[in-house]
Each structure stands twice: as C-alpha cells, then as structure tokens.
C-alpha cells in the first residue's frame, strides 16, 4: 500500500515555462514533508521541504505547496530550465519517526530547449 | 565538505553468492540510513542507525540482510544470499542529527543479481 503517490511517470514543459509536479499521501501522521532531485547514476539531492504547520515554502525559483485537508503537496518551478530535468521524489516523514522517509515513485521532468 | 562515500559503485554477482556494500556519511553525521532502490520505485529505507545503535530495522530482511556502524562512522551492508529481487541500487545516506534537517544521499551501489 503506497503511503505517499505520484501518479504522472513523467513531465515535459518548455523552457521558461512552470513546472507543477503532484504528490499525494495518505498518511495523516506524515508532518513533514520534502521533495529530492535525482540526476542519472548519482544519489538524491535535496531541494526543499515544508513542515505540516505551513501551507508553502519558497527558495528562489521553487516552491512547495502543502494541501493537509485534501493530503496533496506540489512542486512548482518558475522558470523551468533544461538543468531541471531530472527524477523528482516527493518524501514524507511520520511524526516520531525520527526523520524516516517514505518516497514516492518519482516524475521525470523534461525541460526542452 | 565531502559528501557521502559509498563503494562498489557497481556489482555483479550470481543468486546465492554474498556481497558487502560500504558506506563512509558525512563527517560528523550522527544518524546513517540504508535504502534499497527497486528499478521505477522511490527508495525504501532498509535499517537507520543513530551513531552504533540500530534506530529502525523493521523492513530489514533479517534472513539475508545484515548491517553494522561498529564505530559509529563506516557502515557495511551485507546480503547472503543473494536472491534475483536483490536486484536494486542501494543508497547509504546520512544526516547531522536524529531530528531535524535534511538527509545526504551517496551515489549507490548498483547490484545486479544473476
């Protein structure tokens, strides 16, 4: 049973354009949230995170969007550039848990020239 | 700062046979994790240390899978035997403290099993 979804295997935006990626989890003890970057044949980056007290985070051109009563979460990226494209994970930690994370499957995001 | 240090980055080995995985976390870095990657899914943590105790191991497969942080610095992943669905990449990665901040990812080891 998978506790946090990203239900699009794949995104292709222009250059310049916004990149809005989609998360959704089921867990309603997840109080924190984060979403990774993950280039080919190298481990996941952190890119930013939002606490379950907030309902949005920004740095710089990326900003995460928390929805608790619907238990969405969105990745935007204004604007995309094609250093962007990558794997995005979305991860959700439990309260308690002492920081563990559970992932989602990942989006491949496609920023063309 | 160097970042997390994990060999091989590549291992071939034939269902049954054993293999050992390294992993060297972020100097400093009280608190290490062991995820598996299964080809299309998101990583899944395997076993958390908090410096040389085991924090979780609750989705270790305790029947093949090992790991130990004798020092509280390196740690080693150990799998025997190998079964076909060990086929993954494995992602050691580590975070300054128990709570709080994010956690840094090393490149993974990718294991093939034959």
């Known amino acids: 049973d998978q506790q946090v979804k990203q239900n699009s295997p794949s995104l292709s935006v222009q250059e310049g354009r916004i990149s809005i990626l989609n998360c959704d989890y089921t867990n309603s003890m997840f109080d924190y949230f984060l979403w990774y970057k993950k280039y080919p044949a190298e481990g996941p980056t952190f890119l930013i995170s939002i606490s379950s007290i907030k309902d949005k985070n920004e740095d710089g051109r990326f900003t995460v969007f928390l929805n608790k009563s619907a238990k969405h979460l969105s990745l935007h990226i204004v604007p995309s550039q094609p250093g962007d494209s990558a794997v995005y994970f979305c991860?959700?930690?439990?309260?308690?848990?002492?920081?563990?994370?559970?992932f989602g499957k990942g989006t491949k995001l496609s920023v063309k020239p | 700062e160097a970042g997390v240090a994990q060999s091989p980055r590549y291992k071939i080995i034939e269902k049954r046979q054993s293999v050992a995985f390294w992993c060297n976390p972020i100097?400093?870095?009280?608190?290490l994790y062991w995820y598996q990657q299964i080809l299309g899914q998101g990583p899944k943590l395997l076993i958390q240390?908090?410096?040389?105790?085991?924090?979780?191991d609750s989705q270790l497969p305790k029947d093949r899978f090992s790991a130990e942080r004798l020092k509280g610095v390196d740690s080693t992943l150990k799998i025997q035997p190998a079964k076909l669905e060990d086929s993954a990449v494995y992602l050691c990665a580590s975070r300054l403290t128990a709570v709080g901040g994010e956690q840094y990812f090393g490149p993974g080891t990718r294991l093939t099993v034959t």
């Open positions: 240390f908090q410096n040389n105790g085991v924090v979780d």
């Open positions: 991860a959700a930690s439990p309260r308690g848990s002492q920081g563990n994370l559970i």
């Open positions: 100097s400093g870095h009280a608190t």
